[in-house]
Antibody, heavy 117, light 110 residues
């Protein structure tokens, strides 16, 4: 079964850091680009970051550029999102998402990040 | 990275057809075919319904269809069913490997 499972979410103070992980299974992880997409409470979807296989192309939304870093470990089928200098507006469900020819075809269940003092 | 424009809500009765529009710019939707649509039921992760403007992934009912004209893409649901009630989001690939979503449309099946 193709599956993505996120972990690492939690409550963090403004200015703090958090590292999200995503464990992939059931497909050739090293051949697919991967993304993070988030959804603030009661709001719509927002694309956050993209990383291609081999990590040769990495992109970010303007809202997180310079604060978030995406990485992947193809040996362990894992995707990561390092989040620094967190703000209240970063509060959201963070989804790990597989990219298949510019469409997001497989989604994890998400992990909740809450930024509050 | 400007958001795509979708109506906040649409509604229809069972058996009817509804269309949800998604308006972009000349540099995204009208420039290529990398437009996708997602269904999100309450408390669930989004699900891919349409890719590349009009391609249905395996398992998505044929009554879901996509199209594009100029800088506006559309998702049409024919033969509306109660279980189609959900939020729907369009999404397009922008330059330099970035993506943008529409604001979302809440579909109510009356």
């Amino acid at each position: 079964e193709v599956q993505l499972v996120e972990s690492g979410g939690g409550l963090v103070q403004p200015g703090g850091s958090l590292r999200l992980s995503c464990a992939a299974s059931g497909f050739a992880f090293n051949t697919y680009p991967m993304n993070w997409v988030r959804q603030a409470p009661g709001k719509g979807l927002e694309w956050v970051s993209h990383i291609r296989s081999g990590s040769n192309t990495i992109t970010y939304a303007d809202s997180v550029k310079g604060r978030f870093t995406v990485s992947r470990d193809d040996a362990t089928n894992s995707l990561f999102l390092h989040m620094n200098t967190l703000r209240a507006e970063d509060t959201a469900i963070y989804y790990c998402v597989r990219d298949d020819y510019w469409a997001f075809d497989i989604w994890g269940r998400g992990t909740v990040v809450a930024v509050s003092s | 990275q400007s958001a795509l424009t979708q109506p906040r809500s649409v509604s229809g009765s069972p058996g009817q057809s509804v269309a949800i529009s998604c308006t972009g710019t000349s540099s995204d939707i009208s420039y290529h075919n990398h437009v996708s649509w997602y269904q999100q039921r309450p408390g669930k992760a989004p699900k891919l319904m349409i890719s590349e403007v009009n391609k249905r992934p395996s398992g998505v009912p044929e009554r879901f269809s996509g199209s594009k004209s100029g800088s506006t893409a559309s998702l049409t649901i024919s033969g509306l069913q109660v279980e189609d009630e959900a939020d729907y989001y369009c999404c397009t690939f922008e330059e330099n490997f970035t993506w943008v979503f529409g604001g979302g449309t809440k579909l109510t099946v009356l």
